[in-house]
């Protein structure tokens, strides 16, 4: 089992940045990729950015080049770094993980609202 806890959603203007971290614990060893995932009203979940264990990077078209993903060796923390919001990235923001066997772990989410 992999435990994952977001933190660092908050309000911002249009223009400025914003840091999520999530924080694992339990199995992080078994963790293969980790990443965020948002979620906006009357929309799907959808990516954002993945990192994998060895350290290779993705991300959702519509956010590259204003969103970075980092992480710790340790798999027990993951990043993201938000910069140049837009009010569409306004969403509720999940931590996701998950391992070689395909079990999915869920964050409980936290919110970013970023006004125009």
């Known amino acids: 089992q992999v435990q994952l806890v977001e933190s660092g959603g908050g309000l911002v203007q249009a223009g400025g940045s914003l840091r999520l971290s999530c924080a694992a614990s339990?199995?992080?060893?078994?963790?293969?990729?980790i990443g965020w995932y948002r979620q906006a009203p009357g929309k799907q979940r959808a990516l954002v950015a993945t990192?994998?264990?060895?350290?290779?990077?993705s991300y959702a078209e519509s956010v590259k080049d204003r969103f970075t993903i980092s992480g710790n060796n340790a798999k027990t923390a993951v990043y993201l770094q938000m910069n140049s919001l837009k009010p569409d990235d306004t969403a509720v923001y999940y931590c996701?993980?998950?391992?070689?066997?395909?079990?999915?772990?869920w964050g409980q989410g936290t919110q970013v609202t970023v006004s125009s």
């Open positions: 990192i994998s264990s060895g350290g290779s990077t």
């Open positions: 339990g199995s992080t060893f078994s963790i293969y990729v």
């Open positions: 996701n993980a998950h391992n070689l066997r395909g079990d999915a772990y």
